[in-house]
């Protein structure tokens, strides 16, 4: 199929342009800011700041495990609430944040060719909502009894009562305040990035010429805009438990010889709604990182993306489906096996488009002309990592498998895999792909390649180790392991080899923060279009974008966002908005 709009066949502009917000002051420009580059760069350093809370909470957890006894400040009670701190900032408010926040605020109006997103004002205050969620969270170190220890999941009745860490303290409500907060703050950047979507494109931009970024984003925030209630009417819910003693998810229940007010509360409720909202948080992590890698690489590989068309649709199958897999998260909760059988049977299911999308990345790198550049290497990491996650969900999935392994380590290693290290090393390649157009210059490509390969192969060296400690039998989120049957010499040595591994990876991350800070300054020029590539983000005519992104005229689009290597044409590239027709435009059908 060939995709090319003549130059006089563009159809007129359906909305006028927006009337842009201009600020007046310093605050207005750069703190109360209403201009979507400058809301991403606060959001992504705002849940980067977070994120390196629970690096650190990740560090105190491997010196427990890796060393067990040698530190006393690390008590099982604070062992409790750092698994708890570190995961819940990790999946919600750093990647989360990150994907959606940070770089949908940055791309989204820069490639569909939009002077900025369509509710500014809106979008202004799901930061600050964004940063008071954050605030409150932290404030939890602080509060009598610390932060909640429930574990990341938050499971009802233990989460309330006062056997743990901070569940008859402020721990638990500052948690749940801080859930609903950061869910507010998300509706509201998430209706703007569906509506800028569907409503702000420029002219010829049709949805098939969308970059798949674009596509990952856009398919991630609708299906958050519809799993995020479940999870904000059970942290609402809790909140009341805990609160005001109602008994939504608390049973009759007796502790410490004691019998509890609560009475006819369902446990196994709060598990539905909580993962109902959790599985698809997955894949609202996991389509950005699909459409990222599948713009660098077909960048980076001077190759048009195979299967444009099943590329989309599969995002959108792997978004529809991922609400119909939640309660494999939850075999071991005494679940009907007829319903074991069924969601056994969509999460395998579920695998075929995403597979779909694997085989394209693949295809679009045969006989490409592949640059081996930092970008480039972290989306073919992450490849690799995806698949080999992957497959231990697909062992994960079956239920016989599942109940074994239910609660051991071999679970957080795939966990960690799919949903820590693939989408953080997409992160990484995202950053040194567009930090040019962000800033106008270049990282350091020397400290750049040493940041890839510590972090490459130090996260394998990490969770590879943790597979093996599962088969074995060694359970996850038990502070002490050192008097248990299973826990030989060898799995002592390993633990202390994966902690160790923990802080070499650790430290790559602060040469990165180095590089990312010491570049705006020192790095090399980037020019306007570094990797000559052909999205709208990269034809802007000033670099970084100035206010309104375009100029005067807004870009007119004739053509889809992968015509690389086109034959007849004079370069290599030929970006969205130049007209005119070459011998083919390889758009497939």
Known sequence: MVDVTPADAVPPAEVGEMELYHPHSWWTKYVF????????IQYSATATSIGLVALVLSWLMRLQLGFPGTFDFITPEAYYQFITMHGMIMVIYLLTALFLGGFGNYLIPLMVGARDMVFPYVNMLSYWIYLLAVLVLVSSFFAPGGPTGAGWTLYPPQAIMSGTPGGQDWGIILMLSSLILFIIGFTMGGLNYVVTVLQGRTRGMTLMRLPLTVWGIFTATVMA??????????????????????????????????????????????????????HPEVYIVALPAFGIVSDLISTHARKNIFGYRMMVWAIIAIGALSFVVWAHH???????????????????????????????????????????????????????TFVNGGLTGLFLGNVVVDVPLSDTMFVVAHFH????????????????HWYPKVTGRMLDETLGRFHFWVTFIGAYLIFFPMHYLGLMGVPRRYAELTDMTIMTESAHHLNSFISIMAFIVGFAQIVFLFNLIWSIRHGREAGGNPWRATTLEWQTP?????????????????????????????????????PGAFAPSREPA
């Open 417 to 432: 895999m799919v949903m820590g290290v693939a989408p953080i090393l997409v992160i990484f390649g995202a950053i040194y």
């Open 225 to 278: 805009l519809l799993a995020f209630p479940a999870l904000f009417v059970a942290c609402v819910m809790m909140l009341l438990d805990r609160a005001l003693g109602t008994s939504f998810f608390m049973p009759a229940i007796v502790e410490m010889g004691e019998q509890l007010q609560h009475n006819g509360g369902s446990p196994i409720l709060f598990q539905h709604l909580f993962w109902f909202f959790g």
């Open 542 to 578: 000033q670099t970084p974008p100035a206010h309104g992104n375009f100029g005067k005229e807004l870009p007119i689009v004739y053509r889809w966002a992968y015509d690389y290597s086109v034959p007849g044409a004079k370069e290599d590239f030929i970006p969205q908005n130049v």
């Open 330 to 384: 939850m075999y071991v909760s005494g679940m009907n096996p007829y319903f074991g059988f069924f969601f056994a049977t969509t999460t395998l299911i579920i695998a075929v488009p995403t597979a779909i999308k694997v085989y394209n990345w693949v295809l679009t790198l045969w006989r490409g002309d592949i640059h081996l550049t930092i970008p480039m290497l972290f989306a073919l990491a992450f490849i690799v």
């Open 33 to 40: 800011s209403q201009d979507a580059k400058v809301i991403a």
